[in-house]
T-cell receptor, first 115, second 115 residues
Framework: AQKVTQAQTEISVVEKEDVTLDCVYE???????LFWYKQPPSGELVFLIR??????QNEISGRYSWNFQKSTSSFNFTITASQVVDSAVYFCALSGFTGGFKTIFGAGTRLFVKA | DTGVSQNPRHKITKRGQNVTFRCDPISEHNRLYWYRQTLGQGPEFLTYFQNEAQLEKSRLLSDRFSAERPKGSFSTLEIQRTEQGDSAMYLC?????????????FGPGTRLTVL
C-alpha cells in the first residue's frame, strides 16, 4: 500500500522565520515520484516540485528547498525567510507503479505566517 | 486563460437530486483526473482518463458516480441520488501523457453542498 503522512497539521511562524514541513511516505515500489503542492486560500492547488526515486539530490528554488532522504522515506520542504504570502496548505504526494497513475496525497500542513 | 476550468464553482442541491460537473482540461493534456477533497484532508483520487478511456476508478466511486470524457476533451462527473456525505470539493486535474508521473495542473474545483 502507498501512504503519505504529514504529521504537522498546522504550523504558525512569524514572518522571516524559516519553517520545515515534514513528509514521510510508504511504498513498495522502487520507482516512484514525490510531489509538493501548495493550496492557497483561493483553493487552487499549485504544483511546486516533482522528485523521482532515483534522484536524491536536494533542490533549492529561491526561498524553497527540498530534502529527499530514501533511507528515512522522507521528503521535507523548507521555506527560508517565510513571508505572509506563503500562508497556505501544503500537500506532499506520491505516485508509484503499484498505484498506477493515482497520486496519493497527504492530509496537508496548514502554514500560517504572521506579519 | 489556458488553465483547467471547472463549472459550476458552487452547487447546492437537495438530497436525492442528481448533479453534474464539468471539467475542461488544458488543451494539449491527454490525461484527466477527478479528485474529491473534504475539509482538512488532501485530495482523494476518484478516477482518471487517458484520452477518452477511463482507465482506473477508485473504490470511493460508488455506482452513483459516473464520469465520462467523450472525444478525449472535456469531462463530466455525475452524481446520482446525492447524499449528504457527498458534500465536498470536487477537483479536476490534467497532465501530459508520456511519462507516467507528470505534474498535474488543477482546476479551481466545484464545491458541492447537499442539504
Amino acid at each position: 500500500a502507498q501512504k503519505v503522512t504529514q504529521a504537522q497539521t498546522e504550523i504558525s511562524v512569524v514572518e522571516k522565520e524559516d519553517v520545515t514541513l515534514d513528509c514521510v511516505y510508504e511504498t513498495r515500489d522502487t520507482t516512484y515520484y514525490l510531489f509538493w503542492y501548495k493550496q492557497p486560500p483561493s483553493g487552487e492547488l499549485v504544483f511546486l516540485i516533482r522528485r523521482n526515486s532515483f534522484d536524491e539530490q536536494n533542490e533549492i528554488s529561491g526561498r524553497y528547498s527540498w530534502n529527499f532522504q530514501k533511507s528515512t522515506s522522507s521528503f521535507n520542504f523548507t521555506i527560508t525567510a517565510s513571508q505572509v504570502v506563503d500562508s497556505a496548505v501544503y500537500f506532499c504526494a506520491l505516485s508509484g507503479f503499484t498505484g498506477g497513475f493515482k497520486t496519493i496525497f497527504g492530509a496537508g500542513t496548514r502554514l500560517f505566517v504572521k506579519a | 486563460d489556458t488553465g483547467v476550468s471547472q463549472n459550476p464553482r458552487h452547487k447546492i442541491t437537495k438530497r436525492g437530486q442528481n448533479v453534474t460537473f464539468r471539467c475542461d482540461p488544458i488543451s494539449e493534456h491527454n490525461r484527466l483526473y477527478w479528485y474529491r477533497q473534504t475539509l482538512g484532508q488532501g485530495p482523494e483520487f476518484l478516477t482518471y482518463f487517458q484520452n477518452e478511456a477511463q482507465l482506473e476508478k477508485s473504490r470511493l466511486l460508488s455506482d452513483r458516480f459516473s464520469a465520462e470524457r467523450p472525444k478525449g476533451s472535456f469531462s463530466t462527473l455525475e452524481i446520482q441520488r446525492t447524499e449528504q456525505g457527498d458534500s465536498a470539493m470536487y477537483l479536476c486535474a490534467s497532465s501530459l501523457g508520456g511519462s507516467s508521473y507528470n505534474e498535474q495542473f488543477f482546476g479551481p474545483g466545484t464545491r458541492l453542498t447537499v442539504l
